[in-house]
């Protein structure tokens, strides 16, 4: 099923990639469009025809088709439309992050290994990615950079030579080398000083603090050292434990693993520091002064290891408001996790592809990518996400523990707004007939409705109650969506129904 909207996306994100001919963009265009009417399905059964599945794979063969310009030029074209769409007020969070795609089919041994562990058998690419989203409304708008790559077989495992080799050349400039593409795109599309970098453990590199602070970019990274400071020998950790507590809040921590979900009750601290570089290179680099906002859960549950988020920033950090602006901004960090995941499991399943030669691959799994943002965009469009962190309160106003918001989120404004700005009128009427078995009524209904009804389609029944589907039920009701507005059009046509 062609949608107008899709078409649109499609050809933004390909137009100005340099193929050496039209034909190729149109043909990447149009592989887009398949991706996100069928998402997760193979190449194969998302083309549909003979004509569409001969057209698919002569892109994936094509070598005059770099797959890095078909990045580039899709990055850029993100970044376009988030300049055109953003609201007054609003900021980009660049939110980035490294994930493995692993494969044990025939182009795997051609690929590099996706752990440090000498004895990891699993082989596939490294994928990092730097993922525009709202700070207002949480939404993802895409990639604005990406940054496939292979580690070299011959030197896995060999952690000892890391120090031997220049920061330029080991794979955590990665970082600094992401940061900068999608800089000079924001900068092209006049939102440089709007937009904020987020970052976690991994990236607190030395160096790559002393970039970001050289070149005036703004972030806020998750640290994961007890970086050495000038002030005290306690280092950052000591220097935030000894600040007054600016508020409390309430911070939804996920399940995982072993760990069950909970509301754990944090304090926040704040404070500037001026770091002291690593002993091995403290010679040859200066120090630095950074803001620093610390987030520690208070009377965690027994045998639960107490949270603790300390951010390292050039925010402002002067009032309690804006450490809170701070840590609001990092709670939506988890975005860039759900988008690889959807990217390689719950919505493309990148990871299911197969094909025996890793640039034919990487043809297809970079439209994947925005095929992924796009459709998380349009399921956030229906629901909006909610953040992680709830309520601070300020010791000086409140006293006590702050009060615990309910477990379930109320509806929220763009909830509540009709469905046509997401849906076509035949979507959403098809979609009525199908849950509510009875007649659509004359005025679209809600966003919220939209998305529950598609999840319900996909097999979602709340059990947790938390009125909020994955992106997995929401991606299997929309392919059943796709199907069904798909028969009635063909209905149409051969003139069994009228409209």
Not at 430 to 438: G, N, R
Not at 472 to 492: H, I, N, P, Q, T
């Amino acid at each position: 099923m062609a949608r107008d909207e899709d078409a649109a996306f499609a050809a933004r994100v390909t137009k100005d990639a340099k193929l050496g001919d039209v034909r190729r963009n149109a043909r990447a265009a149009d592989l887009l469009q398949a991706l996100l009417a069928n998402p997760g399905k193979s190449l194969a059964s998302a083309a549909g025809d003979e004509s569409a599945k001969e057209r698919f794979y002569r892109h994936s063969r094509c070598g005059e088709v770099a797959p890095d310009e078909l990045a580039r030029a899709g990055c850029q074209g993100v970044a376009s439309y988030v300049a055109e769409v953003i609201e007054d007020g609003d900021e980009v969070l660049l939110i980035g992050d490294t994930t493995s795609l692993s494969y044990k089919h025939g182009v795997a041994k051609k690929l590099g290994p996706t752990s440090t562990s000498l004895g990891a058998r699993s082989r596939g690419w490294e994928l990092h990615s730097m993922l525009a989203v709202s700070a207002r409304t949480k939404e993802v708008w895409g990639p604005v950079d990406l940054l496939f790559w292979t580690r070299d077989s011959t030197t896995h495992g060999k952690r000892a030579s890391r120090n031997e080799r220049d920061y330029e050349d080991k794979e955590s400039f990665k970082w600094e080398a992401s940061a900068t593409a999608a800089a000079e795109r924001m900068h092209l599309a006049g939102l440089g000083e709007r937009t904020i970098q987020i970052t976690d453990r991994e990236s607190d590199i030395y160096e790559y603090l002393m970039y970001q602070l050289g070149e005036g970019q703004r972030f806020i990274a998750r640290a994961s050292w007890n970086r050495r400071v000038v002030e005290e020998t306690g280092g950052v950790f000591g220097v935030l434990e000894s600040q007054p507590v600016l508020g409390e809040c309430w911070l939804d921590i996920q399940q995982k693993g072993g760990r069950p979900a909970r509301r754990a009750r944090m304090q926040m601290r704040s404070a500037t520091v001026t770091l002291r570089p690593p002993k091995d290179v403290e010679s040859r680099l200066p120090r630095l002064e950074v803001n620093v906002v610390a987030l520690s859960e208070v009377d965690a549950p027994a045998g639960n290891e107490p949270v603790r988020w300390v951010l390292l920033t050039n925010e402002p950090i002067s009032s309690t408001e804006e450490c809170r602006a701070v840590v609001d901004k990092y709670s939506c960090r988890w975005r860039i996790e759900e988008y690889h995941k959807f990217l390689k499991s719950e919505g493309m399943n990148v990871e299911g592809l197969r094909m025996e030669e890793p640039d034919n691959f990487l043809r297809v799994a970079v439209p994947m990518t925005f095929a992924s943002a796009r459709l998380m965009n349009l399921r956030d469009s229906l629901l909006t996400p909610v953040t992680r962190l709830t309520r601070i309160e300020d010791p000086a106003t409140t006293a006590g523990v702050p009060e615990e918001p309910p477990k379930s989120a109320p509806p929220l404004p763009l909830g509540e707004r009709p469905c046509t700005g997401v849906l076509s009128d035949l979507e959403w009427r098809t979609l009525w007939a199908t849950e509510e078995k009875t007649q659509p009524p004359s005025t679209a209904p809600t966003r919220r409705w939209a998305a529950l009804s598609l999840a319900r389609m996909g097999g979602f029944s709340d059990t947790k109650h938390t009125g909020r589907p994955g992106y997995k039920a929401f991606v299997a009701g929309w392919l059943r969506l796709v199907d069904r507005v798909a028969v009635v059009e063909s209905m149409y046509l051969l003139g069994a129904i009228t409209r």
